[in-house]
């Protein structure tokens, strides 16, 4: 079956929930090779959080590992139990199902990343185009704990010439596990998931001791 997506803003502690976004608020959908590329205004409504802004971040499929059971907020699994008949209304068949990050936000009480454009009048949100920023405002894809930075515009085309956006790649969680992922196993997959993240648009900005990694991906 088909996996979904959400990007969650994480606490310092890199574990509890802050805010998220939802595809569907800027017209796009939920499975990984669906919205991770270049210019995709659901990419892009995250892009403008993170703009001069470092947060940890997790993009969170939801059938990614679960959670440490006794972390997640008692008043969280109880909402999960009344809203999902899938778990019996037992605790212990959803301790032994578990709770994953998606899942917390799906049923807590979390904030989420808006936008604040007006759909035109008789049309939705499918087909209103979203304002996204330039690539040269959002070149820059910064990981703060692990020193490193992707310059987007190094990322290839591929034979039709579309480019995959690396943020959503780099920090997700769960890839490879359902329908719309992205293909295969590779090492930059994943390999920035929860770690303190930041979009700059000059280099200057970015720590001098920071090493580049090259994004080659394509699908």
């Known amino acids: 079956m088909g996996q979904y997506y959400k990007p969650i803003i994480l606490k310092s502690d890199k574990k ?11 017209g796009s959908l939920a499975k990984l ?25 997790v993009w969170a499929g939801d059938y990614a590992d679960e959670e440490d059971f006794e972390t997640v907020p008692l008043a969280l699994k109880k909402k999960v139990l009344k ?16 709770v994953n990050l998606y899942t917390m936000v799906t049923y807590g009480k979390y904030p989420k990343l808006t936008h604040s454009e007006d759909i035109d ?10 304002n996204t920023l330039p690539l040269s405002k959002t070149k820059y ?17 591929d034979s039709d010439g579309w480019r995959i956006h690396p ?26 998931a929860r770690d303190c993240i930041s979009i700059e648009s000059k280099k200057s900005d970015i720590p001098k001791d920071f090493k580049e990694v090259i994004f080659n991906l394509v699908e």
């Open 16 to 26: 509890t929930p802050v805010m998220f976004a939802e595809c569907y608020d800027v």
């Open 167 to 192: 943020l959503p790649l780099l920090t997700c969680e769960g890839n490879n596990r359902g329908g719309g992922d992205f293909r295969g196993e590779h090492h930059l997959i994943g390999s920035w």
């Open 141 to 157: 894809l910064v990981n703060h704990d692990k020193k490193e930075f992707v310059n987007k515009d190094k990322v290839p085309k």
């Open 121 to 130: 009048e008789g049309k939705s949100k499918y087909d209103h185009n979203f």
């Open 83 to 98: 809203d999902n008949s899938y778990y019996e209304n037992s605790m212990d068949v959803l301790e032994r199902n578990g």
């Open 33 to 57: 090779m669906e919205h991770s590329w270049m210019l995709n205004p659901f990419v892009g409504l995250v892009e403008k959080f993170l703009l001069g802004n470092k947060m940890p971040i």
